[in-house]
């Protein structure tokens, strides 16, 4: 069994946990777009300051923070990278707490306020007791909710700069009790494609559809045929979704008119790049040829803007033993199933190896289980210690001091 209630550090951030819900609630309240984050890198490079660590780097990535922290024998030797994410959703929120968003339609409605804090508590507890070997790389992302981020900071030399050997990063996720945590040794979140179908026919008058090519029929039928491309063309051992999630044809003032023109919009979420092609494939040969028979044309654009966040298997059960020491084996998922949403540390996944956690958030009284990209989501404060620890106990394990480097 783990024991929390042993650990050093959780022991230090469960005794600091009032500064950490501050400084969250604070973070929370001042939300940010992707590559925007400027007040919150700001707040992120002052704290860094107070932890004492040893080096800052601003402005990678546009607005993307990295602090490095030596372990006992200074500079050199192997490095560990922790990331985590700092911008916010376009979204207005709907709780009535009194740290809610300061910002009008913008909210931290996927709690990277409070993965910011767990990283720096992280930073905090590193700093001051520096109980590992080589240097711990702290990364404090943007953009990751749509702009790649990850990829704009590998872009701008990330892993030149600061040659991590490996990179982990967690998530909280509502829909698992609190102090529980759970990763797999593979395919932990889909990859997220964006396609976009423009059905051009020939406008006409609602009355004689027989003199106009109607795009309105030929999205209809795109819809519906669609859904075939997962049934019977993807393995069924295989896991795959494709929505199509909104239309535009038309003015709906203009009752009797057959447009020109109707737009489809939606995305694909797949785990392997094969099938991933696949759908690419036949998504462009059935809409084509839908098309060609109403007498229309197709134009799809498909565009892959975040691949499959892959965990590493040696990565992923290091970081399962890390977890275990700290709560336990029993409170250790090592099997959870992938979500088919995406995230953009999948980008770090392709260049280092490493993992991809998730922590729970779900208290027993219900606080903490709203769901991501709710306008009434909040972080759960209480999982900050553990959250901090958990980073903290990465860096430790995966540099162990050794003879010379004693305690």
């Given at each position: 069994?783990?024991?929390?209630?042993?650990?050093?550090?959780?022991?230090?951030?469960?005794?600091?946990?009032?500064?950490?819900?501050?400084?969250?609630?604070?973070?929370?309240?001042?939300?940010?777009?992707?590559?925007?984050?400027?007040?919150?890198?700001?707040?992120?490079?002052?704290?860094?300051?107070?932890?004492?660590?040893?080096?800052?780097?601003?402005?990678?990535?546009?607005?993307?923070?990295?602090?490095?922290?030596?372990?006992?024998?200074?500079?050199?030797?192997?490095?560990?990278?922790?990331?985590?994410?700092?911008?916010?959703?376009?979204?207005?929120?709907?709780?009535?707490?009194?740290?809610?968003?300061?910002?009008?339609?913008?909210?931290?409605?996927?709690?990277?306020?409070?993965?910011?804090?767990?990283?720096?508590?992280?930073?905090?507890?590193?700093?001051?007791?520096?109980?590992?070997?080589?240097?711990?790389?702290?990364?404090?992302?943007?953009?990751?909710?749509?702009?790649?981020?990850?990829?704009?900071?590998?872009?701008?030399?990330?892993?030149?700069?600061?040659?991590?050997?490996?990179?982990?990063?967690?998530?909280?996720?509502?829909?698992?009790?609190?102090?529980?945590?759970?990763?797999?040794?593979?395919?932990?979140?889909?990859?997220?494609?964006?396609?976009?179908?423009?059905?051009?026919?020939?406008?006409?008058?609602?009355?004689?559809?027989?003199?106009?090519?109607?795009?309105?029929?030929?999205?209809?039928?795109?819809?519906?045929?669609?859904?075939?491309?997962?049934?019977?063309?993807?393995?069924?051992?295989?896991?795959?979704?494709?929505?199509?999630?909104?239309?535009?044809?038309?003015?709906?003032?203009?009752?009797s008119v057959i447009?020109?023109?109707?737009?489809?919009?939606g995305t694909v979420?797949?785990?392997?790049?094969?099938?991933?092609?696949?759908?690419?494939?036949?998504?462009?040969?059935?809409?084509?040829?839908?098309?060609?028979?109403?007498?229309?044309?197709?134009?799809?654009?498909?565009?892959?803007?975040?691949?499959?966040?892959?965990?590493?298997?040696?990565?992923?059960?290091?970081?399962?033993?890390?977890?275990?020491?700290?709560?336990?084996?029993?409170?250790?998922?090592?099997?959870?199933?992938?979500?088919?949403?995406?995230?953009?540390?999948?980008?770090?996944?392709?260049?280092?190896?490493?993992?991809?956690?998730?922590?729970?958030?779900?208290?027993?009284?219900?606080?903490?289980?709203?769901?991501?990209?709710?306008?009434?989501?909040?972080?759960?404060?209480?999982?900050?210690?553990?959250?901090?620890?958990?980073?903290?106990?990465?860096?430790?394990?995966g540099l162990p001091?050794?003879?010379?480097?004693?305690?």
């Amino acid at each position: 069994m783990g024991a929390l209630s042993e650990n050093g550090a959780y022991q230090r951030l469960f005794a600091l946990r009032g500064e950490l819900t501050a400084l969250r609630r604070e973070l929370h309240a001042m939300p940010e777009l992707g590559f925007q984050e400027t007040r919150t890198a700001a707040r992120v490079v002052e704290a860094l300051r107070l932890c004492g660590v040893d080096e800052i780097h601003t402005g990678i990535g546009r607005t993307g923070v990295v602090a490095v922290i030596h372990g006992r024998g200074g500079a050199g030797g192997r490095q560990i990278g922790l990331r985590a994410d700092m911008d916010a959703l376009p979204l207005q929120e709907d709780n009535e707490v009194p740290w809610r968003s300061a910002s009008p339609g913008l909210m931290h409605a996927c709690g990277h306020d409070g993965h910011t804090t767990m990283l720096l508590a992280a930073a905090r507890y590193l700093a001051e007791t520096r109980r590992f070997a080589g240097s711990a790389v702290l990364i404090f992302q943007p953009g990751e909710e749509g702009y790649a981020g990850a990829r704009e900071m590998i872009q701008d030399g990330l892993f030149e700069r600061f040659p991590v050997e490996s990179v982990y990063a967690m998530h909280n996720w509502p829909l698992m009790p609190a102090g529980r945590i759970g990763l797999n040794a593979g395919a932990m979140m889909a990859s997220a494609d964006q396609i976009e179908i423009v059905l051009q026919g020939r406008g006409g008058h609602g009355a004689h559809p027989h003199l106009a090519v109607d795009p309105v029929l030929m999205a209809g039928h795109v819809i519906t045929a669609v859904q075939s491309l997962v049934s019977r063309n993807v393995a069924p051992l295989d896991q795959a979704v494709v929505s199509l999630c909104a239309m535009q044809a038309g003015d709906p003032g203009a009752f009797s008119v057959i447009p020109r023109e109707a737009r489809l919009t939606g995305t694909v979420r797949t785990f392997r790049p094969e099938v991933q092609q696949l759908i690419e494939e036949r998504l462009n040969a059935l809409i084509e040829s839908l098309a060609l028979g109403f007498g229309g044309h197709a134009t799809v654009n498909y565009k892959r803007l975040y691949p499959a966040t892959i965990n590493s298997a040696p990565e992923a059960a290091f970081a399962a033993r890390v977890a275990a020491s700290l709560v336990g084996e029993a409170q250790v998922q090592t099997d959870l199933p992938p979500s088919m949403g995406s995230e953009d540390f999948s980008f770090m996944l392709q260049v280092k190896p490493g993992a991809y956690l998730r922590i729970g958030q779900a208290a027993a009284d219900g606080s903490g289980a709203c769901s991501l990209h709710n306008p009434r989501y909040d972080f759960n404060d209480e999982i900050l210690p553990l959250g901090g620890a958990l980073f903290a106990a990465l860096v430790e394990q995966g540099l162990p001091l050794t003879s010379s480097h004693p305690e």
